[in-house]
């Protein structure tokens, strides 16, 4: 549901909109840049740990490579006293037409909590949950109630269990999407690919089947670093880069995805497509 909301977000005042840098342990840091007026918050956020960078909150749309309107807020205070976590406010926002063509700005705000020491990002409900203050290493929002960092969440054989039963392909691919809103590398590094290469491969393909191929791309990039040798993941590469129309790119694939499966005795289970677009 679409919340229409005045920009105007408790708890944060941004008379400085110049960026923001948070020091983590461990020389780990979360930078928040390009301050967006019109909606209120930073729209660029960086994460740079010892893994490495990767951008959070930047999902690219199905033939576009990112998405707007996505900004989020944070100050100093919302960091843990031992600095492994920081609260940020999330709000994904944009304009749309009212009755009386209006251009009006519509938003949803959340509240999501950000692990300073790997980039993972896992909401804890809206927005009203990032009012409050740290006690100890507990965060305690203004009703009173006091919460730890999640350990829970959306793990890769979550999401496919609970869109298992979905019969349309963008049904499916939506749903997944909703769970990637920070990201897929801060979605791995709540989920480390290597212990779900099978799982993360489906995930992938669905999104693919829904149209979603570059965010299937940003997952089968990962996959292919940790299991090249991976003979399906080899054809959902050469599927989604033919659906970019980077065929050039896409045909070697298609070629070591026949290789493999003529070494395996299996030919006659190599899709006609794959035959055509070598030909």
């Not at 393909?205 to 996959?223: P, S, T, V, W």
Request: with cysteine; charged share 20%; aromatic share 10%.
């Amino acid at each position: 549901m679409i919340i229409l909301l005045a920009l105007m977000f408790a708890g944060f005042s941004h008379a400085n909109t110049e960026p923001l840098e948070i020091n983590g342990g461990n020389d780990s840091v979360l930078q928040f840049i390009n301050f967006n007026k019109k909606y209120g918050g930073w729209s660029d956020i960086e994460y740079k740990g010892a893994a490495g960078a990767f951008n959070i909150y930047i999902v690219p749309g199905k033939m576009a490579p990112s998405e707007e309107g996505i900004v989020a807020n944070t100050d100093i205070d919302m960091v843990s006293p031992d600095k492994k976590y920081v609260m940020v406010q999330r709000t994904n926002a944009g304009e749309v037409t009212d009755e009386e063509g209006n251009k009006i700005i519509s938003s949803q705000a959340y509240c999501d909590a950000v692990s300073l020491k790997t980039g993972c990002v896992k909401n804890v409900g809206s927005a009203l949950q990032c009012d409050g203050v740290w006690q100890g290493q507990k965060w305690k929002i203004t009703t009173g109630e006091t919460f730890d960092f999640p350990k829970g969440g959306m793990s890769p054989q979550y999401l496919l269990s609970e869109v298992a039963s979905v019969s349309s392909n963008e049904s499916r691919s939506d749903s997944l999407r909703d769970s990637f809103f920070m990201g897929v590398s801060s979605y791995m590094a709540c989920y480390p690919p290597e212990k779900s290469i099978s799982e993360y491969n489906d995930i992938g393909f669905y999104f693919a089947q829904g149209g979603e191929h570059l965010l299937a791309m940003q997952i089968y990039n990962r996959l292919l670093s940790l299991a090249p040798d991976r003979v399906p993941l080899k054809l959902n590469v050469a599927d989604s880069l033919w659906a970019l129309g980077k065929h050039d790119e896409a045909k070697p694939y298609y070629a070591a995805y026949r290789e493999a499966m003529l070494k395996k005795g299996g030919a006659s289970k190599i899709p006609k497509r794959v035959v055509d677009r070598l030909n």
